[in-house]
């Protein structure tokens, strides 16, 4: 078995010990929650000791915790994630329908921070003066601007101002939805953007001043060839590191986004699941995003030795 099968190995485990330690965590606080499900299951209506009997035997909430969880744990590993007390559907389907959104809102964002904080960073590093100047003033701006007034800028200006974007949706077909998701995807990367520009200018600034970079110029080789292949290659690294803790952390910066222009995807369905109380929906998204945040670093872990091979030994 070489290195690299055991490394992936490894991670799968790492994945799946993180996943039951998180799963266990979210349903200890929601099984501590004051109220429960029975405050949304009754709503304001009186019930009587044998109605309320009956519908805490309906959804096992008499049950030890310890029972409860691991009676959840089996049918999740068996792709059975519980049913919604809310919208009385399971919750797999429920996630179906609205995971896309989510996922294109992710995607697009990604693409959005990649290009924008790469090529802001290396322009400022490379170039210096006042480009280094305006990048590094308009990054510290956007890094100081909370993600929720980011986006009703964006709506001022672009939406009702000059009604270039819609307000709320997620459209529908390729076109469409980038329409409608570039706002919110604007509004989910530029901070990000900012910070992965400052990390791509640092990083490509201290391999600047590295002693092979001298010598090279020093033999002679083309400037484009020495950036290239020597300082931009070499700074990728920890670019890639913080690129892949940004992507990851995207998925949770969405519950934000998504409620600030009302799109329907799963971080809009988490929070409305918390307020109430459903906890099949929240321990699912829970698992959403602790599997996506661990695969997006299993995948930026693998990138490193495409990079450097001398950290795949």
């Known amino acids: 078995m070489n290195s690299t099968v055991k490394f992936v190995l490894l991670r799968l485990i790492g994945l799946a010990a993180v996943l039951l330690v998180a799963s266990f965590l979210v349903y200890g606080?929601?099984?501590?929650?004051?109220?429960?499900?029975?405050?949304?299951?009754?709503?304001?209506?009186?019930?009587?000791?044998?109605?309320?009997a009956t519908i805490?035997?309906?959804?096992?909430?008499?049950?030890?915790?310890l029972v409860r969880y691991v009676r959840w744990l089996g049918d999740a590993l068996g792709g059975d994630l519980g049913r919604s007390l809310v919208y009385r559907q399971d919750v797999t389907a429920l996630l179906a329908t609205r995971i896309a959104t989510t996922l294109?809102?992710?995607?697009?964002?990604?693409v959005l921070i990649v290009v924008g904080g790469l090529a802001a960073g290396s322009l400022a590093a490379l170039r210096g003066g006042r480009t280094d100047a305006l990048v590094s003033g308009v990054s510290s701006l956007f890094l100081a601007t909370p993600v929720f007034v980011v986006g009703v800028v964006l709506v001022i200006v672009f939406a009702r101002g000059l009604g270039w974007f819609p307000v709320f949706g997620a459209g529908e077909g390729f076109g469409d939805r980038l329409h409608h998701l570039t706002l919110p995807a604007l509004t989910l990367a530029v901070g990000s953007a900012a910070y992965l520009a400052r990390i791509t200018r640092a990083s490509?600034?201290?391999?600047?001043?590295?002693?092979?970079?001298?010598?090279?110029?020093?033999?002679?080789?083309?400037?484009?060839?020495?950036?290239?292949?020597?300082?931009?290659r070499n700074a990728?690294?920890?670019?890639?590191?913080v690129v892949g803790l940004t992507v990851a952390g995207l998925l949770a910066g969405a519950v934000v986004?998504?409620?600030?222009?009302?799109?329907?995807?799963?971080?809009?369905?988490?929070?409305?699941?918390?307020?109430?109380?459903?906890f099949a929906v929240v321990q699912a998204v829970v698992l959403v995003l602790v599997a996506s945040f661990v695969v997006v670093n299993l995948v930026v872990d693998l990138l490193y030795s495409v990079l450097d091979p001398r950290m795949a030994r």
Do not use: K
Not at 56 to 65: G, K
Not at 216 to 225: C, F, I, K, T
């Open 56 to 65: 805490r035997a309906q959804y096992h909430l008499d049950d030890p915790f």
């Open 204 to 232: 490509v600034r201290e391999e600047m001043g590295r002693e092979h970079v001298d010598t090279a110029r020093s033999r002679g080789l083309a400037e484009s060839r020495i950036v290239r292949r020597h300082v931009l």
């Open 236 to 241: 990728a690294v920890p670019v890639t590191t």
């Open 29 to 52: 606080l929601l099984y501590l929650v004051p109220g429960g499900p029975m405050s949304f299951l009754l709503g304001n209506r009186t019930a009587t000791p044998e109605q309320i």
């Open 257 to 278: 986004v998504e409620n600030v222009f009302a799109l329907d995807g799963i971080g809009s369905l988490f929070v409305r699941a918390i307020m109430q109380r459903d």
């Open 104 to 110: 294109w809102l992710v995607c697009y964002s990604s």
